[in-house]
């Protein structure tokens, strides 16, 4: 009679029992990791929202996230033979959160990264620069692995999260670069991923060359009076200098200044 293979007998299939409350607590592990992801999204609209408002400017184009399905972390957890456990996959599976944020210029993507990590209670766990040291197929991106609480009902979980950031004609490139090792499997032609790497070229020239243009017309637009100004409209300050007269000819503001 044929023994069981090491492994199996190791790691017997739990009853149904067990079977059921293990899948409970993945899916409610995943959901947590959902929460992170909306933590962070929360985060980088606030900024957004500020920025486009305060500063008349938003260096963040869009913002996307992703979570590993249920089905996809198992499948690596038979992959990779990581524990099929909560403290398994907690321990060393890092990719299941993910936010992408696209900014118009390379500074952006430090300034927005920068903002982030000011956020008091996110921690920086490891960071891969691959704008300053991009990959061989000629992949740039800046990569923030960061752990962030989420409060639950009954407790606190700090829950890992990617955050990659990329210009807009970095994503571009990595898009078409995922959609053409998914087609071939790995496995591209020297001849494809040749143009993959030189396409990443022309993209970094485009951005340092927008760049440059980008601070130029900055710099000339900075010497410039408001556009309110130029057609007659009134600025904020013109708008409470206005409101303060009126109501100082109407006899103040109506408060009780005793009191």
């Known amino acids: 009679m044929s023994k069981l293979p090491e492994d199996v007998r190791e790691h017997p299939v739990p009853d149904p029992a067990e079977l059921r409350k293990l899948v409970v607590e993945l899916r409610r592990l995943v959901l947590t990791y959902k929460f992170g992801i909306d933590e962070v999204m929360t985060k980088v609209s606030i900024l957004r929202d500020e920025f486009r408002h305060m500063q008349n400017y938003n260096p963040v184009e869009h913002v996307g996230s992703r979570l590993k399905s249920f089905e996809s972390i198992v499948a690596k957890c038979r992959r990779k033979g990581i524990p099929l456990t909560p403290e398994g996959v907690r321990g060393q599976m890092f990719d299941i959160a993910g936010v992408r944020i696209t900014c118009s210029f390379v500074n952006d993507i430090y300034l927005v990264r920068d903002m982030i990590l000011k956020q008091s209670d996110m921690t920086l766990l490891e960071e891969r620069d691959y704008i300053k040291h991009p ?43 995922h959609k053409i090792y998914y087609k071939y499997d790995g496995d591209v ?54 409101f303060w007269r009126s109501a100082e000819a109407d006899g103040g503001f109506g408060f009780d200044t005793d009191n």
Do not use: C
Request: charged fraction near 30%; glycine fraction near 2%; proline fraction near 4%.
């Open 135 to 177: 990959k061989a197929t000629g992949y740039k991106s800046l990569h923030l692995i960061v752990q962030i609480p989420v409060f639950l009902s009954d407790r606190v979980e700090q829950v890992i999260v990617e955050i990659q950031l990329r210009t807009i004609a970095m994503d571009f490139w990595a898009s078409l670069e």
């Open 189 to 242: 032609p020297r001849h494809l991923t040749d143009s993959l790497k030189l396409a990443s070229d022309v993209a970094w020239s485009l951005d340092t060359s927008m760049e440059r243009i980008h601070d130029e017309v900055k710099a000339i637009s900075g010497d410039e009076e408001p556009v309110a100004s130029r057609h007659n409209l009134h600025t904020p300050e013109e708008m409470l200098r206005d």
